[in-house]
């Protein structure tokens, strides 16, 4: 079955950098378009950067020129690398693809941007 599976986040002072990894199995993953989400408390799930089969990228305003999203189709893997990162980055990334009618998810991984 599809497999998402983040790893990554944690906790990071203003100004600094995370990378976020996603690993997926059980598809074709080279095909599929790859997208990274997120959600902070009480806000709803909002789409931050995808990467299509071809590899271009598309990025939510607030993140472009500071998030790029990657792949490595060798790897069934999806990256997001977080530069400048601000206290309202805060939230649960989730690693996402569409499969047909299907949405997967995986289990998400928290960041935490505090001084």
């Known amino acids: 079955q599809v497999q998402l599976v983040e790893s990554g986040g944690g906790l990071v002072q203003p100004g600094g950098s995370l990378r976020l990894s996603c690993a997926a199995s059980?598809?074709?993953?080279?095909?599929?378009?790859m997208a990274w989400y997120r959600q902070a408390p009480g806000k709803q799930r909002e789409l931050v950067a995808s990467?299509?089969?071809?590899?271009?990228?598309n990025y939510e305003d607030s993140v472009k020129g500071r998030f790029t999203i990657s792949r490595d189709n060798t790897k069934n893997a999806v990256y997001l690398q977080m530069n400048s990162l601000k206290p309202e980055d805060t939230a649960v990334y989730y690693c996402?693809?569409?499969?047909?009618?299907?949405?997967?998810w995986g289990q998400g991984t928290q960041v935490t941007v505090a001084s």
């Open positions: 990467i299509s089969s071809a590899g271009s990228t």
């Open positions: 996402n693809t569409l499969i047909g009618s299907n949405r997967y």
């Open positions: 059980g598809i074709f993953f080279r095909i599929y378009t």
